[in-house]
C-alpha cells in the first residue's frame, strides 16, 4: 500500500500567486517526520520543510510552510508569492522508525511537477 | 564546501558490464544511504549503512552490493548490469540519534548528493 501519496502529477501557478501542493500520508507510528524537496531540473535534491509528528505549530521556512493536519493524515506544502525559480518537482516524504536499528529510511510520493507561469 | 558528493555524475556503459558508483560525506553523519529514482522520478530506497552495518536491504537485485570502507564513505557496486538498471541513483547521510532526539529535524533531515544518472545500452 502506498505510504505517501500526491495526487497532483502536474500544476500550474501564476507568478506572484500561492500554490498548494497536497500530501497525505499512511502510518501507524506515532512518532514520525514529514519532509518536502524540491528537485529543479538540473536534479538535485533539495531540502525544503521538515514537521515533526509531534509539532504543534505548523512548520515554516521564509515562503513555504506545511499545512499539517494530523488527523486528516495530511501534509499540504504551500508556497507563497510563487517565483519562476519554484518551477520544478516537489516530493512529499515520510520518515519511518526502523525497528530496532538507527537508521531511518524515507518513503518518498511520487511527486507533483510544479509549473509557474508568467 | 560539498556535503555530499558523488561520481561519477554521468555513467554510460554496455549491459553485462561491473560499475560502481562512489559517495562521501563530510559532515560526519553516522547513516548514509542509496536511494534510485527510475523514469518516472519514483524514488525508492535501496539501502542504508550505520557504523558500517547494513541497516535496511529492499528488495533490490543482488547485483547491487553496497561498500562502506568507513563512516564517510558508501560506494555502490553493480554486477552484470541491465537496461532496466538506467536510472539515476542519489547518495543521502542523515545523523541518526536515539529515541530521545529523533524528533528533532536537525537528526532526521537527509543530505542528498548531486546524484548520478546511469544509462545502460
Known amino acids: 500500500a502506498q505510504k505517501i501519496t500526491q495526487t497532483q502529477p502536474g500544476m500550474f501557478v501564476q507568478e506572484k500567486e500561492a500554490v498548494t501542493l497536497d500530501c497525505t500520508y499512511d502510518t501507524s507510528d506515532q512518532s514520525y517526520g514529514l519532509f518536502w524537496y524540491k528537485q529543479p531540473s538540473s536534479g538535485e535534491m533539495i531540502f525544503l520543510i521538515y514537521q515533526g509528528s509531534y509539532d504543534e505549530q505548523n512548520a515554516t521556512e521564509g515562503r513555504y510552510s506545511l499545512n499539517f493536519q494530523k488527523a486528516r493524515k495530511s501534509a499540504n506544502l504551500v508556497i507563497s508569492a510563487s517565483q519562476l525559480g519554484d518551477s520544478a518537482m516537489y516530493f512529499c516524504a515520510m520518515r519511518e522508525v526502523h525497528s530496532g536499528a538507527g537508521s531511518y529510511q524515507l518513503t518518498f510520493g511520487k511527486g507533483t511537477k510544479l509549473s509557474v507561469i508568467p | ?121
Not at chain 2, 548514509?32 to 524514488?43: A, P
Not at chain 2, 541491465?82 to 541518526?96: P, R, T
Open chain 2, 1 to 121: 564546501d560539498t556535503a555530499v558528493s558523488q561520481t561519477p555524475k554521468y555513467l554510460v556503459t554496455q549491459m553485462g558490464n561491473d560499475k560502481s558508483i562512489k559517495c562521501e560525506q563530510n559532515l560526519g553523519h553516522d547513516t548514509m544511504y542509496w536511494y534510485k529514482q527510475d523514469s518516472k522520478k519514483f524514488l525508492k530506497i535501496m539501502f542504508s549503512y550505520n557504523n558500517k552495518e547494513l541497516i535496511i536491504n529492499e528488495t533490490v537485485p543482488n547485483r547491487f552490493s553496497p561498500k562502506s570502507p568507513d563512516k564517510a564513505h558508501l560506494n555502490l557496486h553493480i554486477n552484470s548490469l541491465e537496461l532496466g538498471d538506467s536510472a539515476v541513483y542519489f547518495c543521502a547521510s542523515s545523523q541518526v540519534v536515539g529515541l530521545a532526539g529523533v524528533l528533532k529535524r536537525s537528526y532526521n533531515e537527509q543530505f542528498f548528493g548531486p546524484g548520478t544518472r546511469l544509462t545502460v545500452l
